[in-house]
């Protein structure tokens, strides 16, 4: 029998999962316990994983599915192609709410992360539960949001140089980062491949509903973030070094806490390859510009 301990965090999404040490050779009963405590609690937290190095951590990756490349634009770590450094050591803030890579048409089905240096205060990571999130919308506003897609972009918000702490540091990230632009268009609400629940898919990279004018259109991404975002649909983690945090890509966004101030924070993640998201109406994501065949094949998950 599997020795898993499972123990919710919060009333809504994540759980902490004690008495396994993660690697590639888990036995199946364990991958299996992991697999339905994810879809379950959508984020799952490890403590003291500290024996981990980068090829442990795609090994166990592995398991849960194929990895993806590091990012569509972003370079990978050297020595992995499958990891990302995100190393916030006086560099790029990320602290706006997203699902991971929605502007592509294959976004991932799941990021493992694993804290390599934590600031000795501050930088927690929250996650929002984006199904319980569509299922306490008012009826009529789910039965909108059901016949809505938005659209998916890259593309950087200018604006947002000007405004940073660092113009020049967060200009030249932005050139990277919208090196390749991709552009797609995704259900609002999006039907789970395995578990057939229905969740929004929105975040930072959802830039405009389509056939809605521009004001109108920001008003009801606003209105929706604020839903996914109630503190009663969010977990915060309090980040040690080994820990490790899986999270369910397609139910799930999530953000950086930004008061570490110029202290170092180094996490490496991997991301598991993803489905093409399929609407209430059983029609799927559209891309519309950049093809990410490179960055991640598209995964067939099993029926919910």
């Known amino acids: ?11 809504r999404i994540g759980a902490e999962v004690s008495g396994v040490r993660l690697g590639g050779d888990l036995p199946g009963e364990a991958v299996a316990g992991i697999r339905l405590a994810l879809l379950t609690h959508k984020v799952i937290f490890f403590r003291g994983q500290d024996h981990l190095d980068e ?47 929605t502007f592509v048409d294959r976004p991932p089905a799941a990021s493992v992360l694993r804290a ?32 809505l897609r938005a659209v998916h972009t890259n593309r950087y918000d200018y604006a947002r ?11 030249a990230y932005a050139e990277v980062f919208a090196s390749t632009v991709f552009e797609t268009e995704h259900p609002v609400v999006r039907v789970h491949p395995e578990t057939g629940e229905r969740s929004i898919l929105l975040g930072d990279f959802a830039r405009r509903l389509t056939g809605l004018t521009g004001q109108a259109s920001d008003a009801l991404i606003r209105l929706v973030q604020d ?14 070094e080994g820990d490790v945090a899986v999270w369910d890509n397609r139910a799930t966004q999530h953000r950086v806490v ?34 990410a065949a490179a960055y991640s094949p598209v995964a067939v998950p099993a029926a919910a």
Do not use: C
Request: charged content about 20%.
């Open 1 to 11: 029998m599997s020795s898993l301990l499972i123990t919710p965090v919060a009333g």
């Open 258 to 291: 930004h008061d570490f101030g110029d202290q170092p924070r180094r996490l490496h993640r991997v991301t598991i390859a993803g489905d093409i998201p399929v609407g209430v109406d059983g029609r799927p994501s559209t891309a519309l510009a950049g093809d």
């Open 161 to 171: 140089i000007s405004a940073s702490d660092d113009p020049e540091r967060t200009r």
């Open 227 to 240: 839903q996914v975002t109630q503190v009663e649909n969010t977990v915060r983690w309090r980040w040690a």
């Open 55 to 101: 090829q442990g951590q795609t090994a166990f990756a592995r398991l849960l599915g194929e990895p993806t490349a590091a990012h569509p634009t972003v370079p990978s770590l050297d020595g992995n192609t499958h990891i990302l450094d995100l190393d916030y050591a006086g560099g790029q803030k990320v602290d706006r709410w997203h699902t991971d890579v």
């Open 116 to 147: 390599i240096t934590v600031p000795p205060a501050g930088g927690d990571t929250l996650w929002a539960n984006t199904v319980t999130a569509y299922e306490h919308l008012p009826t009529e506003l789910r039965e909108l949001l059901e016949r």
